[in-house]
């Protein structure tokens, strides 16, 4: 019997990678594109050509010089989405000096700690020197800043734009923030690399200006996570704008249900929406959908890992599984961080050589790769919800030693339950179980105008197509006093999952205290 093909993938490696530096891109592209616009930041009522870019990167560049700057100073921004922001990180990487891209969102305490990790003095400016430090924490934990040099995210910014087939005739709009690799590279870095404009509607995510934007600017392409997203369309519910423009939306920075894609395409007129996969270490993207893909593919899976860069998936024991197996993704490439600044730890714990001396970021994601190369997010490994009699975690990974327990994704319940015409947004964690170890609990938003579901009705929804273990055994409102008022998020817009999780086990335990005992 023939043996299943291995979940190990490789981009094409026929065009080389490009090893300029920011500086001498912006000089190419003005050379270029001149006139033409690079970016507009309707707040500030600021519009700047390519031209534009190219002059006044150089006076920032003379005026951190004569600041007392040097080579490989880090230069920190924390800023919400503006045109000094882009204007200071090309000036920076004019003379070498790294960017460090702050969470707008920060506290003082966060702030503080994040501009003490960062200092450094680093070398000579190249292709292959350090460029940004962005920080990242995923969801939880405490930040960390991840180095990535010139060639990770020049050449991902360009690869990002190729799957996007971006032109010079394109207007992107980018609401996600300029401080994650997403407004950064996939918004400003893909766009400039291709000649196209792009559009930067307000410093912090508003949904009406996004709207807007879209209309007033005649955007062809729009970017986003998928809780921004959703707020765009249930904000065109009511507003009932014409978006007439628009040929694609590319979706990146958590897992996006099917049913969002499929209602971007209804309710915004989108011929295609994109998918894109990756992380703040990989520059960010290392798979993506394309326009040549067919719809179902583009609504399933992240598309196949793009040029110079490599995919696997592995069991708890770090063996390559077969086609079509779930484990955790493993990715490989130009895209790959420096490392985490100043922390070998933290680097050695997830960047591992094999036994041919390639180097791979554990990601800490759980997918599949299948037949034709396709890899498919079916979620966090950490936010597994392992249902069993004798259900344990080590380290809070899913382990093979559960006795009678189940995996459950939260992805495809989250995405059950946005199908639900009463359901407008969704987060679906694991609560601790006494019988079970953990169960399955979802926080929901209620969609305008629509009556509330019973919690009964939303577990028999959900086991319409899943199994009656996947269907929630508590349900939470958002906006319900004793819940939350908001979904707590990241800066970038992704649902904050440990901080659901505590909230859960918190209304669970007042649920379940006993009340006064009865006076005799």
């Known amino acids: 019997m023939a043996h299943a093909s291995p979940s190990l993938v490789y981009g094409p490696v026929t065009e080389p990678l490009d ?15 001149g006139n033409r616009t690079a970016v507009v930041f309707p707040e500030q009522q600021v519009r700047r050509t390519y031209r534009d870019l190219l002059f006044r990167s150089k006076l920032v560049a003379k005026a951190l010089l004569h600041g007392g700057l040097q080579h490989g100073d880090c230069v920190g921004i924390m800023a919400g ?6 204007e200071v990180f090309l000036g920076a990487a004019r003379i070498g000096c790294p960017v460090v891209v702050l969470n707008s969102t920060y506290t003082p305490t966060e702030l503080h700690r994040a501009v003490t990790v960062s200092r450094c003095k680093l070398g000579e400016a190249s292709g292959i020197s350090e460029v940004v430090l962005s920080f990242t924490s995923g969801t939880t934990g405490a930040p960390k800043a991840a180095v990535l040099t010139h060639l990770n995210v020049i050449n991902d910014g360009r690869l990002i734009g190729e799957r996007m087939q971006l032109s010079q005739s394109d207007v992107v709009c980018c609401p996600p923030p300029l401080f994650h690799c ?21 410093a912090q995510f508003d949904a009406e200006q996004v709207l807007n934007a879209l209309v007033a600017e005649e955007c062809t392409v729009l970017l986003g996570v998928p809780t921004m997203l959703i707020a765009l369309m249930d904000l065109n519910r009511v507003k009932q704008l014409k978006i007439t423009y628009l040929r694609t939306a590319v979706a990146a920075g958590a897992p996006v249900p099917q049913a969002v894609m499929r209602r971007m395409e209804e309710e915004l007129g989108l011929r295609d929406t994109l998918n894109a996969y990756g992380m703040t270490e990989t520059s960010p993207v290392t798979s993506m959908t394309s ?4 719809q179902e593919r583009r609504v399933s899976s992240v598309g196949k890992v793009l040029a110079h860069t ?5 069991d708890v024991k770090g063996n390559i599984v077969p086609r079509g197996v779930r484990g955790e993704i493993c990715t490989s490439g130009f895209a790959l961080q420096r490392g985490y600044w100043e922390n070998e730890a933290k680097t050695a714990e997830v960047m591992k050589k094999d036994a041919d001396g390639v180097m791979w970021m554990h990601t800490g994601d759980e997918g599949l790769i299948d037949v034709e190369g396709y890899l498919s ?26 006795v009678g327990g189940e995996n459950i994704f939260p992805a495809e319940i989250e995405d059950r339950l946005l199908a639900h015409p009463c359901i407008a947004e969704t987060a679906v964690v694991g609560l601790p179980d006494e019988r079970f170890g953990e169960a399955v609990a979802c926080f929901l938003r209620q969609a305008e105008d629509t009556s509330r579901p019973k919690a ?33 998020k990241t800066g970038s817009g992704k649902h904050q999952k440990h901080i ?5 086990a918190r209304l669970l335990a007042q649920r379940t205290r006993p009340g006064p005992r009865a006076k005799l």
Do not use: M
């Not at 659901?500 to 859960?504: C, E, F, S, T």
């Open 19 to 33: 090893t300029t530096t920011l500086g001498t891109l912006i000089e190419t592209q003005a050379r270029h594109y």
């Open 377 to 402: 997010i079916t979620g966090r490994i950490k936010d597994l919800i392992i249902r069993g009699e004798s259900t344990r975690r080590v380290n809070w990974v899913a382990t093979d030693t559960c």
């Open 291 to 294: 326009l040549d893909d067919s």
């Open 456 to 488: 009964d009705d939303v577990a028999q929804w959900v086991q319409v197509t899943l199994g009656r273990h996947k269907a929630p055994k508590h349900v939470f409102w958002v906006g319900d006093a004793d819940v939350l008022e908001h979904f707590p």
């Open 81 to 86: 989405n503006c045109y000094e922001y882009i």
């Open 310 to 314: 490599g995919a696997k998936i592995i």
């Open 500 to 504: 659901l999780r505590d909230i859960g």
């Open 182 to 202: 997403f407004g950064l590279v996939i918004g400003f870095l893909a766009s400039f690399a291709h000649g196209s404009s792009i559009v930067f509607p307000s």
